[in-house]
């Protein structure tokens, strides 16, 4: 073998090592985010559901609407019979692996407070259509979706309700096109997607997950463009820039959300934003504390019956059997009033 010959290989050999290495990290990240994020939740994934049927003055109006790949989200307008004209419609914005309907004791306050609500199911979440639920960058995608379709048919006050994945939502969704929002409170947010990932990504697999952000990164821009890069702060920059105002919430021992990657610690405040940090209060900030208290028993009994290793189904079934609804759903009456008294503000000013 000459020496030219010997040079090509010797040069292959050097291009190629960084490239497969390259390889199999993306596929690794490829593969992790998939195990997450791709496949649906359904309806019946969700334990202790909220029962429309507790909530009797509660007027529900299912509508359809298209999402950018042609399938279609699933949402309702809700509204209290004793009301015919309305102070402005709230929107909700779910949390992950959920839907709406969870969060219909909170839904069910602010119709009772005069507001028309509209709640939807995010892309492969229970009622809506969609294979997998894709990612976290893909709720305010799916809000930004919604606030189109409200926009040619809503002309009341538009605010804005978001809870985890969809307090990063409501927060990130003027990242994605200008809407005209009132008012927007953010319940347990993150800030952005890639520090959420290996948050939890290192909660599941170990903390070698980190030495793979920079794959994940590169996989998740592969799947969302630059709505990958999407964060909260930035869009409650643009927001409040344009007059929106914001109420921020983040308990400082939320074990799902941390104080360090939440909406609440990386929004830069402006007189527009209020921020509400809270002690004890957990991933649910706004159950009560017997609430809160109740849900994490409950959790502790399901690990120990199943030893730490039980299915989504058996979780389901565990929590129907066991559950007490009224308490897993009981509201902070104190912090709700809050809520209802920033959005009351904020539509008269």
Same mark, same amino acid.
């Not at 839907?99 to 119709?111: E, K």
């Not at 927060?171 to 994605?176: G, I, L, N, R």
């Given at each position: 073998m000459d020496q030219f010959t010997m040079t090509l290989i010797t040069v292959a050999i050097i291009v190629a090592i960084p490239i497969m290495i390259f390889l199999i990290g993306f596929c690794g990240a490829a593969v992790m985010y998939e195990s997450i994020f791709g496949k649906r939740f359904e309806i019946y994934d969700t334990p202790l559901l909220p029962d429309a049927n507790d909530y009797p003055e509660l007027v529900s109006e299912p509508v359809s609407f298209d999402s950018e790949k042609k399938y279609k989200y699933t949402g309702c307008y809700y509204r209290d019979k004793k009301y015919k004209q309305f102070k402005g419609l709230v929107v909700f914005s779910h949390g992950i692996f959920d839907?709406?309907?969870?969060?219909?004791? =909170? $839904?069910?306050?602010?119709?009772a407070r005069g507001y028309k609500v509209f709640g939807f199911d995010n892309t492969g979440s229970h009622l809506s259509g969609g294979k997998s639920i894709r990612g976290l960058p893909q709720s305010a995608a799916d809000l930004n979706m919604a606030l189109k379709y409200l926009s040619a048919e809503n002309d009341l006050p538009l605010l804005l309700f978001g809870h985890s994945w969809g307090g990063y939502a409501v927060?990130? &969704?003027?990242?994605?096109g200008e809407h005209n929002i009132k008012g927007i409170f953010v319940q347990s947010g993150f800030n952005r997607s890639l520090d959420m990932l290996l948050e939890e990504g290192s909660r599941m697999y170990g903390a070698y997950v980190r030495a793979m952000a920079v794959y994940i990164k590169i996989y998740e821009r592969f799947k969302f463009g630059k709505r990958a890069a999407y964060t909260a702060a930035k869009g409650a920059q643009l927001a409040t820039g344009r007059g929106t105002k914001m109420l921020i919430m983040h308990s400082t021992d939320d074990d799902t959300i941390s104080l360090k990657n939440s909406v609440l +610690? /990386?929004?830069? *405040?402006?007189? /527009? $934003?209020?921020?509400?940090?809270?002690? /004890? *209060?957990?991933?649910?900030?706004? /159950? +009560?504390?017997?609430?809160?208290?109740?849900?994490?028993?409950?959790?502790? =009994?399901? $690990?120990?019956?199943?030893?730490?290793?039980?299915?989504?189904?058996?979780?389901?079934?565990?929590?129907?059997?066991?559950?007490?609804? !009224?308490?897993?759903?009981?509201?902070?009456? *104190?912090?709700?009033? *809050? &809520?209802?008294?920033?959005?009351?503000?904020?539509? $008269? !000013?």
């Open positions: 839907g709406h309907l969870s969060y219909l004791p =909170q $839904i069910a306050y602010f119709a927060s990130a &969704v003027s990242c994605c +610690s /990386n929004v830069v *405040k402006n007189d /527009n $934003i209020t921020f509400l940090a809270l002690k /004890n *209060k957990g991933h649910q900030s706004l /159950n +009560s504390d017997a609430s809160i208290k109740y849900r994490r028993q409950l959790d502790i =009994q399901f $690990i120990e019956e199943y030893h730490g290793s039980g299915t989504r189904r058996q979780r389901v079934m565990f929590y129907a059997e066991h559950g007490d609804k !009224k308490l897993y759903h009981e509201l902070d009456y *104190k912090l709700m009033s *809050k &809520v209802a008294e920033f959005f009351d503000e904020v539509i $008269i !000013k």
